[in-house]
């Protein structure tokens, strides 16, 4: 199908982006790396009047170490956040999602401010933002607010934003020789969402699990932080055995809806498989392998 | 001069091929083109007073259209007109889709735009025409439809019970067709067995996703009374035939001009509604209407395929040998068998095909071919032959594994012998020479199946579970007018070809096959290069035009290399006599003395060089009064081919899959893929090769990805590139092509079909594959595709 009509501006700077939101209100729509949007505008299923077109707003660009954090701005591309040695240093979580993120062409284009403002379910950043802890950067005229990452997802396709609000950054603690973190999934090919996916972080101290952060991706509304999981590696050295804990504990986290691929049952045994993969990677012996 | 040319006599035994161009990989001419964006396809065709149709398509599987009320569409700026079926049906007729050889086939009128009930979600009902496509679509969004949702027949196991809604009433049932072949005791047969073992498939429902969506322009000149169709369609002069007859003209006042086409995978050779539609709104308007389905509405409308249960069984006695196969397939076709080939020719395939490539005596098996409220289907690449080759390999496959005997050794004792041919198979396929052993010979010197087996043993100690499958097949090819002809279909089993030499020497071939992306105009040009003796660069072919191409039957079920390919050999060597004697009229020589090398004509003997044929076309057309008065000088020729000996070219291969099964999570890593198949002569390795890789792909998609799923009240739930997986590089194996030429007698040339080959059997291969993998886990799947929640299913994890 053809896009409805639409009108279009180009806002180089926030304040533009403001004023416009503010003059058309609902009508408006942010235009960043279109990936997800313009696609849904051939759905028709949406007919905004105008998209604003961020990616000149130089405000929103770029990265940067500041105060012990890795700032990412939300025009980040995907493609760009897989090259980038600070990201590589300092957050390798993102770089190692980067591949699984559609194909060339779309991480190209597509932006990790409009991925997290997107929310899909089976998306790969806002499960890593969640397990990395890292804070949004939200902005409107009325300033910036910072909201955690695991507030920021409240159901599905939906978010904490304002009207009037976009994501300018998120902020993610920086990585310390402690940490480890893991991106796993299955999709039927690749660059396809996931029918299952696991980003998770944690600290191994002595080889002991520290601030356990499991978070699956394609299993439920949104970005899902298992607790019970968490719980039932916390404070746990690392072996088979608590490997088989967190996997145990898993059943009273995930509450996963049939799709397209399967049953809830598949989604669930799926999670549990790569618990068992993601955690498997940092036993000693795969890290000595490694 | 006027002896008959044998394949030896023109150059295309063994000795000569490195000298011919038949039989060697040279590119093909339209690649540039395509790759550099200049060609022009359908959309790209943009005539003045152009305008554009949008369909309202039904949203539910079946209702009553109470009324529809078009006044605000009207109104939207850009709409000039809507059509619903009623104003269609005064410009054009309503068709009925059966063949008279298929014994007591029916199906329902339809209209373009049906007249009171929609019958499928997606099926158009109402046609929108805007100066732009997206007012068209804004048109379409403003009409108000009242729809009454009736039940939707939509399972086929439930279609023909006394208390399921009959689609058409007038039929009396959801019948369509149903045929019997039986050969032999199969009962006897059964009962005296060794073994029996018996299993119940699936293949999924799919379709054929071309690139280039269907695209049809037609234009009415009202001064001219002529219709001018721009189409995207495999089979211009059928479709000549099809708008001339259901909108009430002469033939020859209907054009149809097919240029480049993205793919059709015979999704494009079949009749539909919207695209009948458009030529009728043409023909209302007298303007221009171009209509270009989007991805969307390909997948409701296109047609699908493979919606098939079958329940197999085969018995074997101690030594392997097979006795009888005894088979139920039941299939659902949507609500109206596809004009004009029907949609009862697959169920019809998988009778004619199961057991191909095996020498048995008793058979039996059925088709039950059902109406259901879904898209319809019709011919698919390698129609019922996946289907077939599924079921026959799979029981197979479970004989072997019952008896404990190796699954090539089974092959072994079982396939049809090299040397015994011509041969007729139980449901009465009639076999010029196939080469079964030949082809399982050259695949094992292709497959490393020790090495493999090895790898297998080793991993299977490490948790990780490997598997190697096997298919052989028969593929039907270059079809004689027993497949739709002697039904009553207007669908030409011959075709032909004009081949020319203009003055400065160059030749123009113009040839009824047609150019799908497949290379056709690339063989067609070596063939004719050939023929006449001369460079390949001097060659031009023309397709795709009913007013300036010879009457022929288009692209399907692999028969553009095996008739078209030879209509344009014969014609090439009748041109190549034509100018000889013209030489040897200039010359003061005997034609006979001469030939024609690389476009200079020589003599015969020795090679000499005695005159450029640029030399020869300026005498003939500048200074014909120089030659002898009575000499024939008509420097092009005409030839038309049928196949008279033989219903159909048979071909044969065998393919092997080689399969890692990730037990933890049902994903299936296609490791590796063999074919050797045999398609007669071979005129370009390269494009053969590659006709092979594509159809394992197609094949491989089927019967792992692609999939159209339907919900309950029969929505397609699959509308999009991102629910409905097509096969993509990264998970494709590593394919090897290898090749035994056993050329048919029937025509000069040799060649039979190679398209199908790969979509026929590869998801046997993978399916064998598959089970060979998960066989210590006492795990088995036969339903496609072969999804990760089946295989969890089957291994009892989910
Ligand atoms: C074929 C295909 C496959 C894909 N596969 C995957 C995949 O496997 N995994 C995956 O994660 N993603 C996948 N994507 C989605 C891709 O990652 C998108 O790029 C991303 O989801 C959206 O980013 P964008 O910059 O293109 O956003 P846009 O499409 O421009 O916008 C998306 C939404 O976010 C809003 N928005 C954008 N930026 C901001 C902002 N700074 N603040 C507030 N709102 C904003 C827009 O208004 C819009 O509503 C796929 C996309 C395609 C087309």
């Not at chain 1, 180009?10 to 960043?32: I, M, N």
């Not at chain 2, 026959?392 to 479970?398: K, P, R």
Request: charged share 20%; net charge negative.
């Amino acid at each position: 199908m053809k896009w409805p009509a639409f009108g279009y501006a180009r806002a180089s700077t926030l304040e533009e982006v403001f004023r416009l939101q503010a003059e058309h209100g609902d009508d408006a729509r942010l235009l960043a790396g279109g990936q997800t949007l313009l696609a849904t505008l051939a759905f028709r299923l949406s007919e905004p009047k105008l998209l604003v077109d961020i990616t000149g707003v130089a405000a929103l660009r770029g990265i940067a170490l500041q105060g012990g954090l890795l700032r990412i701005g939300a025009l980040t591309r995907h493609a760009e956040l897989g090259r980038d040695p600070l990201v590589a240093q300092h957050a390798p979580l993102l770089t190692e999602a980067v591949p699984f993120i559609a194909h060339p062409a779309i991480r190209n284009r597509g932006t990790i401010g409009g991925s997290l403002a997107y929310a899909d379910p089976a998306a790969e950043l806002p499960a890593c933002i969640v397990a990395l802890d890292s804070t949004m950067v939200l902005a409107s005229a009325a300033g910036e607010r910072r909201v955690a990452a695991g507030d920021f997802f409240t159901g599905l396709l939906e978010t904490a934003l304002r009207p009037g609000e976009l994501i300018a950054a998120v902020e993610v603690p920086v990585a310390t020789d402690a940490s480890r973190s893991a991106i796993v999934e299955v999709a039927r090919r690749s660059g396809d969402y996931a029918m299952a996916g696991l980003a998770t972080t944690l600290r191994l101290e002595g080889g002991v699990i520290r601030a356990p952060r499991l978070v699956y991706f394609g299993v439920g509304n949104g970005p899902v932080l298992a607790a019970r999981a968490n719980a039932a590696l916390e404070g746990r050295s690392l072996d088979a055995a608590a490997i088989a804990a967190a996997r145990a504990a898993l059943a009273g986290d995930l509450d996963p809806q049939a799709d397209l691929h399967g049953p809830p049952e598949m989604k669930r045994h799926l999670a549990g498989v790569l618990t068992q993969r993601a955690l498997s990677r940092f036993l000693p012996a795969a890290e000595a392998a490694a | 001069m006027n002896d008959m040319p044998t394949p030896a006599s023109i150059g295309l035994s063994r000795e000569d091929l490195p000298n011919s161009y038949i039989g060697r990989s040279v590119p093909r001419p339209n690649l540039p083109k395509l790759v550099q964006g200049r060609a022009t396809y359908t959309d790209d065709v943009q005539p003045p007073r152009l305008v554009h149709a949008a369909f309202l398509r039904s949203p539910y599987a079946h209702a009553r259209i109470l009324s529809v009320d078009s006044a605000a569409a009207m109104q939207v700026p850009g709409v000039v007109r809507v059509f619903t079926g009623a104003d269609l049906a005064k410009v054009c007729d309503p068709w009925v889709a059966t063949l008279d050889h298929l014994k007591g086939m029916k199906s329902a009128q339809q209209h373009p735009l049906p007249l009171d009930r929609a019958t499928w979600q997606g099926e158009p009902v109402v046609a929108v025409v805007a100066d732009s496509r997206a007012a068209a679509e804004d048109g379409v969004a403003a009409l108000a439809v009242e729809w009454e949702p009736l039940p939707a027949q939509l399972d086929i196991e439930t279609a023909l019970d006394p208390d399921t809604v009959v689609i058409h009433p007038s039929l009396g049932d959801n019948l369509c067709f149903t045929r019997t072949a039986e050969k032999g005791d199969v009962a006897a047969a059964f009962a005296a067995a060794h073994r029996v073992v018996e299993a119940t498939f699936l293949t999924g429902r799919h379709t054929g996703v071309t690139l280039e969506g269907r695209s049809i322009l037609a234009d009415y000149n009202k001064a001219e009374g002529t219709l001018t169709v721009h189409h995207s369609t495999q089979a211009p002069h059928m479709m000549q035939g099809v708008f001339a007859k259901q909108l009430r003209m002469e033939e020859g006042a209907v054009r149809v001009i097919c240029r480049d086409v993205g793919g059709s995978f015979g999704i494009k050779v079949h009749v539909y509604p919207d695209e009948v539609a458009v030529a009728a709104m043409a023909k209302a308007m007298g303007r221009p209407v171009k209509f270009v389905a989007d991805r969307f509405e390909s997948f409701v409308s296109d047609i699908h395929a493979r919606d098939h249960r079958i329940k197999g069984r085969i018995a074997v006695d101690a030594e392997g040998k097979i006795l009888a196969f005894d088979i139920d397939d039941r299939t659902g076709i949507g609500p109206y068998s596809v004009y004009p080939r029907t949609s009862a020719i697959e169920g019809n395939q998988v009778v004619n095909l199961c057991g191909g490539p095996y020498d048995f005596a008793n058979y039996r098996c059925t088709t039950t071919v059902v109406f259901q409220n879904k898209t319809p289907t019709c011919q698919y690449r390698a129609v019922g032959h996946p289907i077939a080759t599924t079921v026959t390999e799979g029981l197979v496959d479970l004989a072997a594994e019952a008896l404990g005997i190796d699954p090539i050794e089974m092959r072994r004792r079982n396939l049809i012998r090299d040397d015994a041919y011509p041969y007729t198979s139980p449901p009465g396929m009639r076999f010029e020479g196939l080469s079964h052993h030949a082809a399982l010979a050259k695949l094992l010197e292709m497959v490393p199946v020790e090495k493999i087996r090895a790898d297998q043993a080793e991993q299977r100690k490490k948790g990780v579970h490997r598997g190697l499958g096997f298919a052989s097949f028969i593929e039907l090819t270059n079809p004689s007018p027993f497949m739709y002809g002697i039904g009553g279909a207007r669908i030409s089993a011959q075709d032909g070809a004009t081949v020319r030499m203009d003055p400065d020497g160059s030749i123009v071939a113009l040839s009824g096959v047609t150019e799908q992306g497949q290379g056709t105009e690339g063989i067609l040009r070596q063939i004719v290069a050939h023929g006449v003796g001369v460079p390949l660069e001097r060659v031009k072919v023309i397709t795709g035009d009913t007013q300036t191409t010879p009457y022929g039957g288009g692209t399907w079920a692999c028969r553009g290399a095996g008739i078209g390919g030879e209509a344009a050999l014969q014609s090439a060597i009748a041109l190549k006599q034509q100018i000889l004697v013209v030489a040897g009229a200039m010359l003061q020589a005997a034609p006979e003395s001469l030939d024609i090398v690389l476009g200079q004509i020589v003599d015969k003997d020795t090679e000499r060089e005695r005159m450029p044929l640029s030399e020869l076309g300026r005498i003939v057309y500048y200074r014909g009064d120089t030659l002898p008065k009575d000499l024939p000088r008509e420097l092009v020729q005409t030839r038309h081919f049928i196949t008279k000996d033989y219903p159909f070219a048979f071909t044969n291969g065998i393919q092997a899959s080689w399969v890692e099964v990730d037990t933890d999570t049902g994903m299936v890593k296609l490791l590796e893929h063999w074919c050797v198949e045999d398609c007669g002569r071979v005129i370009n390795p390269l494009l053969v090769d590659e006709q092979v890789r594509g159809g394992i792909v197609q094949g491989l998609g089927g019967a792992l990805y692609e999939h159209c799923v339907y919900d309950e009240q029969g929505n397609l739930l699959t509308t999009t590139m991102a629910d409905y997986l097509v096969p993509m590089s990264a998970e494709m194996p590593e394919m090897h092509i290898g090749h035994v030429e056993t050329p048919t007698g029937e025509s000069l040339l040799g060649a039979k079909g190679a398209g199908e080959a790969g979509t026929a059997g590869a998801p046997a291969a993978l399916m064998n594959a598959i089970n060979d993998a998960l066989r210590p886990l006492s795990a088995r799947v036969t339903e496609q595709p072969f999804t990760p929640a089946r295989i969890l299913r089957a291994l009892g994890t989910v």
